[in-house]
């Protein structure tokens, strides 16, 4: 039963947390959910350190404010007042790298679903190759 539960509230968060990637300019766009989940930034601070994980099932991600020892680049948070809405800028590696990987047509959008994850104390977001 807690397996059932906990497969209706993954689809659910699914369909609500994802993220539009644009390989025309290299960026991702959170949904609202998303953008909600990760607490309604503060969009002056907000940096992004997106990157690839070559693990079993390859998959990029993102981290939110970072602390790194050494200079990393990052990527700003940004609101766009034409479309309303708050992304990053995805250069390295590139949205195009990450459509290439997932078998995605070059040069289009794509709504990709994005998991919460943690890992050795770490809160990421993973972007989910299309199934």
């Not at 947390?17 to 959910?33: E, G, H, L, P, Q």
């Not at 503060?42 to 602390?67: C, R, T």
Request: aromatic fraction near 14%.
């Amino acid at each position: 039963m807690k397996k059932i539960l906990k497969k209706i509230i993954n689809w659910f968060r699914a369909r609500h947390m994802y993220v539009i990637a644009d390989a025309t300019d290299n960026s991702i766009t959170f949904s609202r959910a998303l953008f909600h989940h990760m607490g309604g930034l503060s969009l002056e601070q907000a940096k992004v350190f997106a990157f690839y994980v070559p693990a079993v099932e390859p998959h990029y991600g993102f981290i939110l404010n970072p602390e790194f020892d050494q200079e990393t680049q990052l990527a700003d948070v940004q609101y766009n007042t034409k479309h309303r809405t708050i992304g990053f800028e995805m250069l390295n590696p590139t949205v195009n790298r990450m459509f290439y990987d997932y078998g995605l047509r070059p040069m289009t959008k794509v709504k990709l679903s994005v998991k919460h994850k943690r890992l050795h104390g770490i809160t990421y977001y993973q972007i989910c190759p299309p199934k």
